[in-house]
């Protein structure tokens, strides 16, 4: 029986194979693996049983992959004793589940899953517009092609019009009198299109990485604060009118002085490699004034400079400028 940590290399192995861009692995994290190809990024939970899921967990998945317009995966291998089906699209807590093999297939042949499964069985979304053009071809009413089907009217109506889903046997049906396919794929490679408000939710933070969340949405940012994330919160600016100020902002929002130069390099390690895969920029906040501008190329801020700076575009300008340094 292949384990998590199996699993997780096997993902791994297929997206570098496949020319991805991959993070390190996260495996402690809410998220075990960010990759990147041209525009898209894949933001991976790699579990054996989906069901294992924590939803506190995929909160923070969704909002780190609503910043970085990223697409949130759950790989896994089965749902309780039940092996997940090939191309078959399972959810969990609102995110899409799937085996290794779905992913594979539209990782390498850009064939995609039509097939959900949801409570009472499988179901697939019929493309409405084509529906209506091969019915009205063939002379049939909503009524005459509802009856062959063995639906009422009402329901053809709302396939037509994309209202709901139709079980797997009524779409075969509908095919095979039709004579031509009306299902759509699912596109599990879409940014995650859910309307989120960034706020900077201080509830799982300790009351400095706390106050500095509170001091970048001062500055005009959108703020994610994390619990189970290789870094404490993710920004960006609320109101954007350059390409650079729509950057994510990526951070350590709380390093202790006592904290050895080891140890923040280590750190440094971990926002270097997602900064990198996701296009974001990487920054601390450090309350001691001894340590230079920047630690292994990541910007540092003081904690006192937050309350300095009056906007986004000065806060912005001046992570730029100690990247530069």
């Known amino acids: 029986m292949t384990n998590r940590n199996q699993l997780i290399r096997e993902v791994y192995q297929l997206l570098n194979k496949e020319g991805f861009e991959t993070s390190n692995i996260y495996e402690q994290s809410c998220f075990d693996i960010v990759a990147r ?42 749902s309780k004793n039940h092996i997940l089906e090939e191309d078959v699209v399972y959810e969990r807590h609102g995110l899409p589940a799937i085996g290794l093999e779905t992913l594979k297939n539209m990782i390498v042949y850009d064939e995609y899953p039509e097939i ?34 063995h639906v009422s009217r009402a329901t053809m109506y709302k396939y037509e019009n994309g209202m709901v889903r139709a079980n797997t046997e009524t779409a075969m ?11 759509l794929d699912i596109d599990l490679f879409e940014p995650y299109q859910e309307d989120i408000k960034l706020k900077a939710d201080t509830s799982n933070l300790n009351q400095t990485q706390g106050t500095n969340a509170q001091n970048l949405a001062k500055l005009g940012f959108g703020v994610v604060s994390t619990n189970k994330s290789p870094f404490d919160a993710l920004a960006k600016a609320e109101i954007a009118t350059r390409k650079k100020e729509q950057t994510p902002l990526i951070a350590n929002l709380n ?8 140890t923040l390099k ?18 601390f906040v450090l309350k001691d004034d001894r340590i230079k501008d920047s630690i292994d190329g990541i910007p540092v801020i003081k904690s006192w400079e937050m309350k300095e700076v009056e906007n986004s575009k000065e806060f912005l300008r001046l992570i730029r400028e100690r990247r530069n340094n």
């Open 116 to 149: 959900l499964a949801d409570r009472g069985g499988y179901y697939v979304q019929i493309n409405g517009n084509v529906l209506k053009e091969y019915r009205e071809e063939y002379n049939l009413s909503l009524k005459d092609l509802a009856d062959l089907a």
């Open 173 to 183: 049906l509908l095919e095979e009198i039709l004579n031509t396919k009306i299902t």
């Open 37 to 78: 190809k041209k525009l898209l990024i894949l933001l991976l939970k790699v579990l054996v049983n989906i069901d294992s899921i924590n939803e506190a967990h995929v909160e923070e998945i969704r909002q780190i992959s609503h910043v970085f317009l990223a697409s949130p995966i759950i790989v896994g291998v089965k």
């Open 255 to 262: 390093v202790q002085d006592e904290q050895n130069t080891k």
């Open 266 to 283: 280590k750190m440094a390690i971990s926002l270097k490699d997602l900064s990198l895969v996701t296009s974001s920029d990487p920054f």
